[in-house]
Nanobody, 124 residues
Framework: RLVESGGESVQAGSSLRLSCVAS????????MGWFRQAPGKSREFVAG????????RYADFVKGRFTISRDNAQNSLYLEMTDLTPEDTAVYSC???????????????????WGRGTRVTVSS
């Protein structure tokens, strides 16, 4: 089970740090990722990180504003978000891909476990 936290209502230009904690030890070799779903839109990939934190992948729209990290000792995943815009408004969810999955991190169907999400609202 994954549980996200850190979502808030903020002004444009603000920063937030999202956290995701797993109830059990994350598997060696697992990939974890952040996705988001804005109202009326489909879920989209935000960022992904391997077990050893390399490689890391970001969606193009991140443009250097977000940083994903993980702490395996704490079974945790983080997303540091800066320079937020109203277009970043969405429910952000973390997912875990078990080892042995294919190379496509951006497909949410490749993730095995999901949290319920945390809401981020950015106003102008």
């Amino acid at each position: 089970r994954l549980v996200e936290s850190g979502g808030e209502s903020v002004q444009a230009g603000s920063s937030l740090r999202l956290s995701c904690v797993a109830s059990e030890r994350t598997p060696v070799g697992s990939v974890m990722g952040w996705f988001r779903q804005a109202p009326g839109k489909s879920r989209e990939f935000v960022a992904g990180i391997s077990w050893i934190s390399r490689p890391i992948r970001y969606a193009d729209f991140v443009k250097g504003r977000f940083t994903i990290s993980r702490d395996n000792a704490q079974n945790s995943l983080y997303l540091e978000m800066t320079d937020l815009t109203p277009e970043d408004t969405a429910v952000y969810s973390c997912g875990l891909r078990n080892p042995g999955r294919g190379p496509t991190w951006t497909n949410h169907n490749e993730y095995d476990i999901w949290g319920r999400g945390t809401r981020v609202t950015v106003s102008s």
